[in-house]
């Protein structure tokens, strides 16, 4: 007998905290929606489930103003009528750090328990298209059903809704149902029971189409819908009109237990990230909406995972401070509401984006504090020979050598001039005044505002200095002596006399600056790369290979008529490049040399009132761009500052890569994805156009086996694009005057917000500054024998000591090391419970690598186990001598790994 279809309706309401209004007046809706939800799931015995939307915080934001509430709430979650969890809010997968959404799962699940319990299902229902690796963070959360709709249909050749997607690690899985026709395909019904009828039948039809079982679901919710107490009145009536059909009061995991009964063992696998338009958007333009909010949120985001965490970690396992974990813990929570889709897109009225500005400020502030405070009592384990010292923490898991640049303080009668660095035996280091200046300084040793409220008027110098190897989670101390005391101070004070420039001095000292800067009037070099500003044009010469990239760095500006989910450009768009002007040299030593190009660009003034295309009427717009090269760098740093001037435009900056690049390889959430440029998708009939624009997290590559350009930054500049003649462009910043509008042609003719403005996005007269570094490889970014660039924006913490001291610990000396520098790090973080300490790290490439972890004997751990993503302990690692842990890595996977102490165990 044929299997009579079962149609799950599934009661639930999507919970935006923050869009199209602020968060208080969506929390005055939240309340009375709540309430209205508890006398109906309390009230009615045949209202059997409601889905709170995969999160907890929309609960835990009633339960602010109706904490008397909570006991409802949990006996409902006991009783499985009220669904909630595993995420703590629904974020977005490309714009959150990848360690960011493991926490917002993990505490997602933590508070979810303390209610009653989780859904065991992944629900990413409105994420703007979903990355390659989630079905391995998904299992190691014990998740293996994940339920969405942006990006899936189309991509991979996928066809049905429902299929197996794996992770690029070979092993994890997951069960996807896709909701093709969105989370709202049942939401807002009419009053008219025969009208839902009609909704009902055409949405067996549509469903039909995709489904591969007899099992089909109708979502009877939509954004910020209240629930309908006669859901159980509207499945009987359908059920008796629609008799061929079975209609049942349904929940995402029962719905997922129908599908697996009927499933046929053959059903399809695919692998990759899901982006896509057949039937969804995935809203491209969100990489480049509100820019400097995705700055200040990741500049807080960073702070918080990979300095804070870190050193806190390791002065708490030195057990010369306490782990500040209601303080970090409260950084958290803040950060998980800037990780919310609709903020972290950009894609918001401007109220959100002052509130979400304030609560990055407020992260950045918790996690800075606790950073420095940690990072000065981890230096101060060190030993100090000098009267006068500058230790260097070293927040990250690689070890640094370079050219840093940091600031020093002097006696207001002292001159900086006086004095020279020094390493651990004495011997110059080399160095360079940047800038000296007078100020009155308010802080303590410890670089924060602990006590001198008075303050005190010091001489505070800018240095830049060749370092050579800061060890990894370690300190470095060097000394600032006067030069008269120097080894090198009777051929130092010689030299003085004969010339003026203290600068000019350090190619002629005893030790030499290795592989300087050289520089001219319009050139900069050292052995690896040269810099030419000629004839409008930047070319950067690889010295190694001989390749030479000219068209190194230019201007576009392009109008956009577009919203803040989507850029489009108008008719006629007239683009304008820039060929730079005034050249100029404003820094020069044999450590590092800066050369600053101004364009001036005349760009169109905004879009005009019709929308189709720019005015005529131009604005002039400057534009400043600094390219610093350092003695024995491989890199060169690009700084682009500017004022905005215009409407409705896309500024970006271009690089000539060369036509023969076929692909690019992104860093986004745990893994590497390789994308194929000239890659066409036949959507002309999908609701949504395929954008040439990609997402990335910190890096990205362009190039092939024999070399190419590695882009690097801090991770907020999300969006860039490769052109098929040739071109690399990452976005600087996008400006916008409405949330959403209906005229563009690259989506169907369909509304994705309220038709709000947005002035404060077209961010007019607003400063703004972007750094990144661009490495140019003479093979592929994989065969590097370190990827510690990914952390060249993770900036070692510098603290200033007087007097000597004999510490635990000598300079140069690190705590946590790998043998092998290409597994990188995703947090070092105390334990969510109990005492040990977990430490994330994922291998980006397709091999397996077997690693060491190196212990300082120090640090007594004498213990490890391999995790889940919930810390719980899966397996035990064996301590070897020595205090080594033998760590293998799958390819593409990523390992957690709990260090911790056994009592009365030697280490």
Request: with cysteine; net charge negative; proline share 5%.
């Amino acid at each position: 007998m044929k299997r009579k279809p079962t149609i799950h309706i599934v009661s639930h309401t999507h919970w935006d905290p923050e869009w199209y209004s602020p968060f208080r007046e969506y929390q005055m809706r939240l309340v009375p929606l709540v309430d209205k939800l508890l006398k109906i799931l309390e009230g009615n015995d045949r209202y059997l489930y409601f889905m709170f939307d995969g999160q907890v915080s929309a609960l835990l934001n009633y339960l602010e103003l109706k904490p008397e509430n909570r006991p409802r709430i949990e006996n409902l979650i006991k009783k499985g009528k009220l669904l909630v969890g595993p995420f703590y809010i629904l974020p977005d997968e490309y714009m959150v750090s990848p360690e960011g959404i493991v926490r917002n799962i993990l505490w997602g699940v933590n508070e979810a328990k303390k209610f009653g319990g989780f859904m065991p299902i992944a629900y990413l229902c409105d994420m703007a298209g979903h990355p390659s690796q989630m079905p391995q963070v998904l299992n190691l959360f014990g998740l293996d059903v994940m339920v969405a709709w942006r990006g899936v249909m189309g991509s991979l050749g996928i066809t049905k809704s429902e299929f197996i997607w794996k992770g690029p690690d070979g092993k994890s899985k997951v069960l996807f149902l896709v909701m093709p026709f969105a989370y709202v395909n049942f939401g807002r019904l009419p009053e008219d029971w025969e009208a839902i009828v009609k909704i009902a039948a055409d949405n067996i039809v549509m469903l039909s189409k995709f489904a591969s079982t007899s099992n089909y679901l109708f979502m009877e919710g939509h954004d910020h819908q209240e629930p309908r107490e006669d859901i159980p009145e509207i499945i009987d009536f359908l059920n008796k009109r629609l008799p061929d059909y079975r209609f049942i009061h349904s929940n995402l995991v029962k719905y997922a237990d129908s599908i697996r009964e009927e499933l046929s063992t053959d059903i399809e696998e695919y692998e990759g990230e899901l982006r896509a338009t057949q039937t969804s958007f995935v809203l491209p333009g969100v990489l480049s909406s509100r820019i400097p909010l995705k700055k200040e949120i990741r500049a807080a985001e960073v702070y918080l995972e990979r300095l804070a965490e870190p050193l806190c970690s390791l002065v708490d396992m030195m057990g010369i401070d306490c782990y500040p974990k209601e303080f970090l813990d409260l950084a958290w929570r803040i950060q998980f509401n800037n990780q919310f889709h609709d903020v972290i897109y950009g894609a918001h009225v401007d109220e959100v984006t002052d509130d979400a500005l304030v609560r990055a400020h407020q992260v950045f502030q918790i996690a800075k504090r606790v950073a420095y405070a940690a990072g000065y009592s981890l230096a101060n384990l060190y030993s100090r020979d000098f009267e006068n010292n500058v230790a260097i923490v070293n927040p990250t898991p690689y070890a640094l050598s370079g050219v840093f640049d940091f600031c020093v303080h002097f006696g207001i009668d002292e001159s900086a001039r006086d004095y020279v660095f020094v390493d651990e035996s004495g011997n110059l280091i080399p160095f360079a005044i940047a800038e000296i200046s007078k100020i009155k300084n308010y802080l303590s040793k410890r670089k924060l505002m602990d006590y001198c409220w008075k303050g005190e008027e010091i001489v505070k110098a800018c240095i830049s200095a060749y370092i050579d190897y800061i060890p990894p989670f370690g300190c470095k101390i060097i000394g600032v002596e006067k030069v008269e005391n120097s080894k090198i101070g009777t051929p130092l004070e010689e030299r003085k006399k004969e010339l003026s420039n203290f600068l000019n001095i350090l190619p002629s000292l005893p030790t030499k600056v290795e592989d300087p800067v050289v520089s001219g009037i319009d050139f900069m070099e050292n052995s690896s790369l040269r810099l030419l500003f000629k004839n409008g044009s930047v070319f950067l010469e690889d010295k190694r290979s001989g390749k030479v990239y000219p068209k190194f760095g230019f201007i576009e500006d392009s109008g956009d008529r577009g919203d803040h989910y989507m850029f489009s450009p108008p008719e006629g768009n007239a683009i304008v490049t820039s060929h730079f002007g005034q050249i100029e040299k404003v820094f020069c030593s044999p450590l590092k040399t800066t050369f600053k190009i101004e364009h001036l660009l005349k760009i169109p003034k905004a879009i005009d009132p019709s929308r189709v295309r720019r005015t005529s009427e131009t604005v002039e717009q400057k534009i400043k761009v600094f390219y610093t090269l350092r003695a024995g760098a491989e890199f060169v740093e690009i700084k682009v500052c500017f004022k905005n001037e215009a409407a409705d435009h896309r500024l970006r900056i271009g690089f000539e890569v060369g036509e023969k690049i076929v692909s690019s390889e992104a860093e986004v959430f745990f893994d590497v994805v390789n994308r194929k440029i000239l890659e066409k998708m036949d959507d002309a009939f999908w609701p949504e156009k395929s954008s040439s624009t990609k997402p990335k997290d910190r890096f990205v590559f362009v190039g092939d086996q024999e070399g190419g350009l590695l882009f690097v930054d801090q991770g907020w500049l999300k969006e860039y694009e490769i052109s098929e003649d040739g071109f690399f462009y990452l976005t600087l910043l996008r400006c916008i005057g409405f949330l959403s509008v209906d005229s563009v042609p690259e989506r169907s003719n369909a509304f994705t917000a309220p038709e709000l403005s947005t002035p404060n996005a077209q961010y007019l007269e607003d400063f703004f500054e972007a750094e990144f570094v661009v490495f140019p490889l003479i093979e592929h970014w994989s065969k590097l024998s370190s990827y510690g660039f990914v952390d060249h924006f993770v900036k070692p913490l510098f603290f200033e000591f007087s007097g000597r001291h004999v510490g635990k610990l000598n300079s140069g000396m690190g705590l946590i090391a790998f043998n092998d520098e290409k597994i990188l790090m995703s947090a070092f973080k105390k334990k969510e419970n109990g005492s040990g300490w977990i430490l994330r790290l994922w291998n980006p490439d397709k091999v397996v690598r077997s690693v060491e972890l190196h212990l300082s004997p120090i640090l007594k751990i004498n213990k490890a186990f391999i995790v889940n993503a919930l810390e719980e302990r899966i397996a035990s690692v064996d301590v070897e001598e020595g205090n080594v842990l033998l760590l293998e890595f799958k390819p593409k996977g990523i390992l957690n790994v709990e260090l911790c102490r056994e009592e009365g165990k030697s280490s």
